[in-house]
């Protein structure tokens, strides 16, 4: 009864585990308190800010809608990725959290906080980064070239443009199609090309 009063999304699969923690807890105050008005207040105290944490992580991932699938998958993989190059910094993702021992879902709820802030900022410089070094290397060479950096844009704009498309036909065009699929290829044709390609070792016929 204390653990379902908490509406959080049950493909946690948290609510037996957080069940026997809230039970633990009213127990042990219990045994304290033997008064049951102040031992309701001080349970209340002492876990209301982790169920309030659990129901807003809860709530925040399961929110409906593409917007809400957006906001549940791009967590888990930002915090996949940044915690596989940085795990001393970076925390695991949501799901991770929940199984690690001695940590609350208020810290939980924390952790994720500093991870977002830190993550956006390690993305947003490395943005800027990006645009300095693009910015100097167009510059650059309009200066060297003697022109001006809008014409240096666009040369550059053409030629990713050119790459891209070489790209998408490359693999066509360099491809070694299979002679028997060729629309001019006859029966005749196909029974040579098979007796060609057989080699003939020691008396047996080897395709």
């Known amino acids: 009864m204390l653990t379902d009063s908490s509406s959080y999304s049950p493909s946690f699969g948290l609510g037996a585990n957080t069940a026997l923690e809230d039970v633990q807890l009213l127990s042990d105050i219990l045994n304290k308190t033997p008064n049951l008005s102040e031992a ?35 967590p888990l993989i930002l915090d996949s990725i940044f915690h596989k190059i940085s795990p001393k910094i970076f925390g695991e993702n949501i799901f991770g959290m929940f199984k690690k021992e001695g940590i609350t879902f208020v810290e939980i709820q924390r952790k994720k906080r500093l991870d977002r802030m830190m993550q956006a900022t390690v993305i947003l ?39 891209a498309a070489v790209k998408k036909v490359a693999p066509s065009a360099g491809s070694n199609p299979d002679p028997m699929k060729h629309p001019s290829y006859t029966l005749g044709d196909q029974k040579a090309y098979q007796k060609d390609s057989k080699t003939t070792v020691d008396g047996v016929s080897m395709g």
Request: glycine share 14%; with cysteine.
């Open 40 to 74: 309701v207040q001080d349970f209340t105290k002492q876990r209301a800010g982790d169920a309030k944490a659990l129901v807003k992580i809860s709530r925040g991932i399961d929110r409906p809608g593409k917007l809400g699938t957006l906001q549940f998958i791009l």
């Open 125 to 163: 410089s490395g943005m800027s980064l990006f645009g300095v070094g693009v910015r100097t290397l167009i510059k650059s060479l309009a200066r060297l070239l003697g022109v001006k950096d809008i014409l240096v844009s666009g040369c550059l704009v053409a030629l990713l443009g050119v790459v």
